[in-house]
Protein backbone atom coordinates (compact mmCIF):
# COMPACT_ATOMS: atom_id res chain seq x y z
CA UNK A 1 0.00 0.00 0.00
CA UNK A 2 2.97 2.30 0.87
CA UNK A 3 4.42 1.82 -2.73
CA UNK A 4 1.15 2.45 -4.46
CA UNK A 5 0.53 5.49 -2.68
CA UNK A 6 4.02 6.39 -3.51
CA UNK A 7 3.90 5.42 -7.48
CA UNK A 8 0.63 7.36 -7.66
CA UNK A 9 0.56 9.96 -5.21
CA UNK A 10 -1.11 11.21 -2.57
CA UNK A 11 -4.29 8.27 -2.88
CA UNK A 12 -6.19 8.54 0.09
CA UNK A 13 -9.05 6.08 0.85
CA UNK A 14 -11.80 6.05 2.80
CA UNK A 15 -12.52 2.53 4.28
CA UNK A 16 -16.24 1.65 6.10
CA UNK A 17 -16.59 -0.91 8.85
CA UNK A 18 -19.40 -3.64 7.45
CA UNK A 19 -20.96 -5.79 10.16
CA UNK A 20 -18.38 -7.96 10.60
CA UNK A 21 -15.38 -6.87 11.56
CA UNK A 22 -12.81 -8.82 9.36
CA UNK A 23 -14.61 -6.99 6.71
CA UNK A 24 -13.38 -3.75 4.85
CA UNK A 25 -15.38 -2.32 1.94
CA UNK A 26 -13.71 0.43 0.32
CA UNK A 27 -15.49 3.60 -1.11
CA UNK A 28 -15.18 5.04 -4.60
CA UNK A 29 -13.01 8.42 -3.42
CA UNK A 30 -9.85 8.29 -4.71
CA UNK A 31 -7.92 11.86 -5.62
CA UNK A 32 -4.91 10.98 -7.84
CA UNK A 33 -2.01 13.39 -7.68
CA UNK A 34 1.80 13.23 -8.42
CA UNK A 35 3.12 12.73 -11.44
CA UNK A 36 0.27 11.74 -13.32
CA UNK A 37 -1.64 15.11 -12.05
CA UNK A 38 1.29 17.00 -13.49
CA UNK A 39 1.10 15.12 -16.82
CA UNK A 40 -3.12 15.96 -17.27
CA UNK A 41 -2.53 19.74 -16.23
CA UNK A 42 0.66 20.22 -18.83
CA UNK A 43 -1.90 18.43 -21.30
CA UNK A 44 -4.31 20.89 -20.98
CA UNK A 45 -2.15 23.72 -21.14
CA UNK A 46 -0.90 22.44 -24.42
CA UNK A 47 -4.40 22.02 -26.07
CA UNK A 48 -4.78 25.50 -24.98
CA UNK A 49 -1.96 26.90 -26.02
CA UNK A 50 -2.72 25.27 -29.50
CA UNK A 51 -6.07 26.82 -29.40
CA UNK A 52 -5.07 30.52 -29.00
CA UNK A 53 -2.13 30.29 -31.45
CA UNK A 54 -4.99 29.05 -34.45
CA UNK A 55 -7.14 32.17 -33.31
CA UNK A 56 -4.08 34.66 -33.30
CA UNK A 57 -3.31 33.57 -36.46
CA UNK A 58 -6.62 33.56 -37.47
CA UNK A 59 -6.90 36.88 -36.35
CA UNK A 60 -3.85 37.99 -38.01
CA UNK A 61 -4.94 36.76 -41.82
CA UNK A 62 -8.02 38.32 -41.44
CA UNK A 63 -6.52 42.28 -40.25
CA UNK A 64 -4.01 41.60 -42.98
CA UNK A 65 -6.40 40.84 -45.71
CA UNK A 66 -8.42 43.72 -44.17
CA UNK A 67 -5.27 46.32 -44.21
CA UNK A 68 -4.57 45.10 -47.94
CA UNK A 69 -8.66 45.86 -48.95
CA UNK A 70 -7.99 49.39 -47.08
CA UNK A 71 -4.60 50.29 -49.60
CA UNK A 72 -6.37 48.64 -53.18
CA UNK A 73 -9.59 51.11 -51.85
CA UNK A 74 -7.09 54.09 -51.16
CA UNK A 75 -5.77 53.77 -54.65
CA UNK A 76 -9.20 52.98 -56.14
CA UNK A 77 -10.46 56.63 -54.54
CA UNK A 78 -7.17 58.99 -55.46
CA UNK A 79 -8.06 57.35 -59.50
CA UNK A 80 -11.42 58.30 -58.92
CA UNK A 81 -10.43 61.88 -58.00
CA UNK A 82 -7.97 62.45 -60.67
CA UNK A 83 -10.17 61.20 -63.37
CA UNK A 84 -12.91 63.96 -61.79
CA UNK A 85 -10.18 66.87 -61.84
CA UNK A 86 -8.57 66.10 -65.49
CA UNK A 87 -11.38 63.82 -67.07
CA UNK A 88 -8.92 62.00 -68.54
CA UNK A 89 -8.63 58.28 -67.77
CA UNK A 90 -4.76 58.63 -69.67
CA UNK A 91 -3.29 61.26 -67.33
CA UNK A 92 -5.40 60.20 -64.22
CA UNK A 93 -3.85 56.85 -64.65
CA UNK A 94 -0.22 58.25 -65.64
CA UNK A 95 -0.61 60.27 -62.45
CA UNK A 96 -1.34 57.50 -60.18
CA UNK A 97 1.95 55.41 -61.52
CA UNK A 98 3.70 57.83 -59.17
CA UNK A 99 2.88 57.33 -55.77
CA UNK A 100 2.28 53.42 -56.89
CA UNK A 101 6.25 53.24 -57.75
CA UNK A 102 6.51 55.29 -54.58
CA UNK A 103 5.38 52.22 -52.40
CA UNK A 104 8.48 50.31 -53.68
CA UNK A 105 10.66 52.59 -51.96
CA UNK A 106 8.30 52.21 -48.82
CA UNK A 107 9.29 48.57 -49.24
CA UNK A 108 13.56 49.57 -49.69
CA UNK A 109 13.85 52.01 -46.71
CA UNK A 110 12.20 49.05 -44.28
CA UNK A 111 14.53 46.73 -45.92
CA UNK A 112 17.50 49.25 -45.85
CA UNK A 113 16.79 50.03 -41.77
CA UNK A 114 15.83 46.56 -40.98
CA UNK A 115 12.06 47.81 -39.96
CA UNK A 116 9.65 44.62 -39.95
CA UNK A 117 6.39 45.31 -42.21
CA UNK A 118 3.61 45.65 -39.48
CA UNK A 119 0.28 47.50 -39.18
CA UNK A 120 2.02 50.96 -38.71
CA UNK A 121 4.22 50.49 -41.72
CA UNK A 122 1.03 49.29 -44.17
CA UNK A 123 -0.46 52.65 -42.28
CA UNK A 124 2.15 54.67 -43.85
CA UNK A 125 2.23 53.00 -46.91
CA UNK A 126 -1.07 53.81 -47.39
CA UNK A 127 -0.88 57.36 -46.54
CA UNK A 128 1.91 57.56 -49.49
CA UNK A 129 -0.27 57.38 -51.44
CA UNK A 130 -1.85 60.59 -50.65
CA UNK A 131 1.04 62.74 -50.05
CA UNK A 132 2.61 61.90 -53.45
CA UNK A 133 -0.37 62.19 -55.30
CA UNK A 134 -0.93 65.56 -54.23
CA UNK A 135 2.60 66.14 -54.47
CA UNK A 136 2.08 65.14 -58.13
CA UNK A 137 -0.81 67.27 -58.50
CA UNK A 138 1.61 70.40 -57.51
CA UNK A 139 3.57 69.68 -60.95
CA UNK A 140 0.34 68.92 -62.74
CA UNK A 141 -1.21 71.90 -62.64
CA UNK A 142 1.99 74.00 -62.86
CA UNK A 143 1.81 71.98 -66.19
CA UNK A 144 -1.51 72.48 -67.34
CA UNK A 145 -1.11 77.09 -66.36
CA UNK A 146 1.97 76.79 -69.11
CA UNK A 147 1.68 77.83 -72.51
CA UNK A 148 1.62 75.19 -74.94
CA UNK A 149 5.51 74.27 -76.23
CA UNK A 150 7.79 71.39 -76.59
CA UNK A 151 9.42 72.56 -73.39
CA UNK A 152 6.63 72.81 -71.41
CA UNK A 153 7.02 69.45 -68.93
CA UNK A 154 10.40 70.64 -68.35
CA UNK A 155 9.94 74.14 -67.61
CA UNK A 156 6.66 72.91 -65.13
CA UNK A 157 9.24 70.89 -63.02
CA UNK A 158 11.91 73.80 -62.89
CA UNK A 159 8.89 76.46 -61.76
CA UNK A 160 7.70 73.38 -59.02
CA UNK A 161 11.27 72.15 -57.98
CA UNK A 162 11.15 74.12 -55.09
CA UNK A 163 7.71 73.88 -54.20
CA UNK A 164 7.90 70.32 -53.88
CA UNK A 165 10.99 70.11 -52.56
CA UNK A 166 10.39 71.79 -49.60
CA UNK A 167 7.00 70.18 -48.87
CA UNK A 168 8.81 66.67 -48.96
CA UNK A 169 11.88 67.56 -46.94
CA UNK A 170 9.56 69.36 -44.18
CA UNK A 171 7.76 66.45 -44.07
CA UNK A 172 10.88 64.01 -43.80
CA UNK A 173 12.17 66.50 -41.37
CA UNK A 174 9.07 66.61 -39.16
CA UNK A 175 9.02 62.80 -38.89
CA UNK A 176 12.99 62.22 -38.73
CA UNK A 177 12.89 62.21 -34.77
CA UNK A 178 10.09 59.67 -34.46
CA UNK A 179 12.12 57.52 -37.50
CA UNK A 180 15.14 57.49 -35.19
CA UNK A 181 13.11 56.34 -32.27
CA UNK A 182 13.56 59.90 -29.76
CA UNK A 183 10.85 59.94 -27.02
CA UNK A 184 8.83 57.96 -25.09
CA UNK A 185 6.82 55.40 -27.13
CA UNK A 186 8.58 56.16 -30.54
CA UNK A 187 9.23 52.57 -30.88
CA UNK A 188 5.28 52.30 -31.75
CA UNK A 189 5.19 54.75 -34.43
CA UNK A 190 8.69 54.17 -35.81
CA UNK A 191 7.28 51.90 -38.94
CA UNK A 192 5.11 54.47 -39.81
CA UNK A 193 7.85 56.86 -40.12
CA UNK A 194 10.65 55.46 -41.68
CA UNK A 195 7.66 54.31 -44.12
CA UNK A 196 7.03 57.76 -45.07
CA UNK A 197 10.26 59.09 -45.01
CA UNK A 198 11.35 56.14 -48.06
CA UNK A 199 8.45 57.07 -50.34
CA UNK A 200 8.87 60.40 -49.80
CA UNK A 201 12.73 60.32 -50.89
CA UNK A 202 11.54 57.99 -53.73
CA UNK A 203 9.05 60.42 -54.95
CA UNK A 204 11.27 63.46 -55.43
CA UNK A 205 12.72 61.80 -58.71
CA UNK A 206 9.31 60.24 -59.75
CA UNK A 207 7.83 63.30 -59.70
CA UNK A 208 10.56 65.60 -61.00
CA UNK A 209 11.47 62.93 -63.72
CA UNK A 210 9.57 59.81 -64.07
CA UNK A 211 6.21 61.84 -64.12
CA UNK A 212 6.82 64.08 -67.04
CA UNK A 213 8.11 60.95 -68.94
CA UNK A 214 4.57 59.54 -68.31
CA UNK A 215 2.68 62.40 -69.05
CA UNK A 216 4.47 62.80 -72.66
CA UNK A 217 3.95 58.65 -73.38
CA UNK A 218 -0.51 58.46 -71.74
CA UNK A 219 -1.07 62.33 -71.62
CA UNK A 220 -0.73 63.68 -74.78
CA UNK A 221 -4.21 64.24 -75.69
CA UNK A 222 -4.73 65.99 -72.67
CA UNK A 223 -2.32 68.31 -72.29
CA UNK A 224 -3.91 71.17 -73.85
CA UNK A 225 -6.00 73.54 -72.01
Given amino acids: MTSLAAALGMMPLAWAFGSG??????????VIGGLYEQQQIAFRGLTVQRLSRGRRAATAGARTGGEDMIFFAAIVLVFLLLLFLYESF????????VPIFAVAGVFF???????????????GMTMIVGIVTEI??????EFRSLPASDDRLILAGINRMRAISMTAFAAILALLPL???????SAMQQPLAIAIISGLIFS?????????ALLAIFGPKATPR
Fill in 179 to 185: ALGIGHG
Fill in 90 to 97: RVAFAMLL
Fill in 21 to 30: ADMLRPLVIA
Fill in 204 to 212: LPLVLIALP
Fill in 136 to 141: AIFYYS
Fill in 109 to 123: GLWVTGTEFNITSRM
